[in-house]
């Protein structure tokens, strides 16, 4: 069987159009989406999320990823162009003839021929019949290069089920060509949702022990980062991060007070009212966050008079004990509204 098609450089444009923002989108935002809620999640300076710092960060990674995914697309359209111009052979006539053994693809100056078992995989979708070669290399027809559907149709089928029968395609589903997604294992969340696909399909598809053993390390890779992650959150170092950041957090936020009164000319009656001139102030209590106490999250914060006391219960969670934790300034001044309550 032959099939006779003219190659223009729009059609390798629109091929990688075709494969960039049609077939592999809803893949590729998904996957973006996924990892833009986890890298939002990561601490990037020495403060704690609140809900509107995580979805801004999640915006951002999500953005740049989107970015990055359509520079690289704008990059194979630069590198397809190159390779059009220092190979004249890659547009214009081209005839495709199957044949028992294999199939030839003969140009205006070339010739080249392709054994069943060097056929990796022939996929038949929207626009286009493709198959791609062991080496990587992508054959294209536009089905408007068949003179009818039925011809389309032969010859699709002429090329699948001799690939399979041959061992080519049956190679390619033996699971080694997704052993890649194991990368995905280092990403945690990613790793533990792609290992358990990979070890469903290791069993139950591939029967392969391999992609059952890459998928069972994605998911103990995220078992561990948030294992360790915890024990630190809870250990004796994660006490100290606590103060820390309190201590960070509470000199802010003495900042921003002082700032509202002499913007309103009176102190706040609480912490919230402080948001409306600093909307991205930082005002809980790291000790609450980390214990979830969702009923107050906040620094404890009194207004007394022309005077407020400002604190963090510390690691015992109740205020006015001896580990409460106050602004590094303790002063009781004309200038300067902050005392320590006794």
Known sequence: MEIISEVSKKDYIDFLKFLFFRKKLSRVISLIAIMALLLGGFKYGEYLFTKKV????????????ALAYFLFYLLQVLKCQKGIRNNTTKTGYRKFTVVQNGISIETKDQKDFYRWENIKSVVKEDDYIYFTIVNGKTYFINKSAFPSLEDENNFYESLQPKGAQSGGLNQHRRG????????????????????????????????????????????LFTVGIYSLMSYQLYSKSGDEDMAFFAHQNLNDVVKSIEIYKSETGSYPDSLKQVLSKDPFLFIYDSYLVRANKDNHQEFHY????????????????????GDDIYPDIITDTSKFGLVKEK
């Open 176 to 219: 080694r060509h997704i052993y890649n997604w194991g990368f995905l294992g280092f990403i945690p969340i990613v790793g533990a949702f792609s290992g358990a696909v990979l070890i469903w399909r290791g069993i139950y598809q591939y029967k392969d022990r391999m992609l059952v053993l890459i998928g069972l390390f994605g998911i």
């Open 54 to 65: 995580y979805f801004i960060q999640v915006l951002i990674c999500f953005s740049l990823m």
């Open 302 to 321: 009194k207004k007394i008079g022309n005077k407020y006391t400002l604190f963090s219960v510390g690691l015992d969670l109740m205020p006015y004990t």
